[in-house]
């Protein structure tokens, strides 16, 4: 009964408003739901009136985005995803987060990077602004420089909507219609899906790639980061990564062109110290 449903229609408005009334009332007087709500439940609840135009992907707000990703986010912890809690390491990778931010082209939406305890070399993002490094990622790069590219890579897949555009296809090529009604959780479920399991569109790739490497320059590292760590790719030995994130070698291609055309040096910049990269990791080495 509580399973939160969002209609289109504005009609359907009000009646989903006086629906989080009861419930507002009911936890206020100490009543007991009808049905035990999850986690999951709670984020549809949470969004109320905000649910309803999540459908509306074309004029999803940068808010319902985020909320999203909130719930996206606290179904996979629940899930079994594993934050890891090193201080040190955290901050660092929010601290090239930081600098990579002011030039992507949407510097004021709010990031959370995360470490996830997996030691497969990946890397991924969620909407809303939920960037996840993985702690095999961490140790499988050479340098920060590599590093701060793949974050920016995946910052570029959220400033660029790509998880939303999917969605859009998808509700689009299951024929629904507008004013179908679609649970909230089949949204969460196919961000998932689109998150870890669907291959990435070969454009949103090179949209991301070329997104991170002005990020990356912008913010001041050598270009080379990226292209050493599509090497990586290319040699194949990263298959949690390809996974998502496939024809490594074109893309390398693509980016050396950029790169070219630009007329930058690819070795010019920060973040090329392997030596203290390692340093700045040591941490890792004792988990
Ligand atoms: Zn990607």
Redesign the pocket.
């Known amino acids: 009964m509580l399973n939160p449903f969002f209609w289109i229609k504005r009609a359907s408005h009000r009646r989903w408003f006086y629906l989080l009334i009861l419930v507002v009332v009911a936890l206020a007087l100490g009543v007991g739901l009808p049905h035990t709500s999850s986690a999951f439940d709670l984020c549809g609840l949470l969004d109320g009136d905000a649910g309803i135009e999540i459908i509306q992907l074309i004029t999803i707000s940068d808010q319902q985005e985020v909320e999203l990703g909130k719930c996206l986010n606290q179904q996979e912890v629940a899930q079994g995803l594993e934050i890891y809690s090193g201080r040190k390491i955290t901050e660092y990778v929010q601290d090239i987060g930081k600098r990579l931010i002011p030039y992507s082209d949407r510097p004021n939406f709010p990031y959370t990077f995360q470490v996830v305890r997996n030691n497969d070399i990946n890397a991924f993002a969620l909407v809303g602004g939920f960037v996840y490094v993985h702690t095999g990622l961490l140790k499988g790069v050479e340098n920060e420089a590599e590093l701060a590219a793949v974050i920016a ?2 910052i570029a ?1 959220i400033t660029s909507k790509h998880s939303i555009e999917k969605l859009r296809q998808i509700i689009k090529d299951k024929n629904l219609e507008v004013n179908s009604e679609v649970e909230y959780g089949t949204i969460i479920n196919l961000l998932e899906d689109i998150a870890f399991s669907l291959p ?1 569109g070969r454009q ?2 090179y949209e ?1 790639d070329r997104k991170g490497l002005e990020m990356l320059h912008g913010a001041g590292y050598a270009p080379s980061g990226m292209t050493g760590f599509l090497e990586k790719l290319t040699k194949g030995n990263t298959p949690a990564m390809l996974r ?2 496939p024809e490594p070698a074109k893309r390398l291609d693509t980016l050396n062109e950029i790169i070219n055309k630009k007329g930058w040096d690819p070795n010019d910049g920060d973040g090329l110290d392997s030596d203290a990269y390692k340093q700045r990791i040591q941490s890792l080495a004792i988990e």
């Open positions: 890579h995946e897949h990435r949103q790739e991301a998502t994130h």
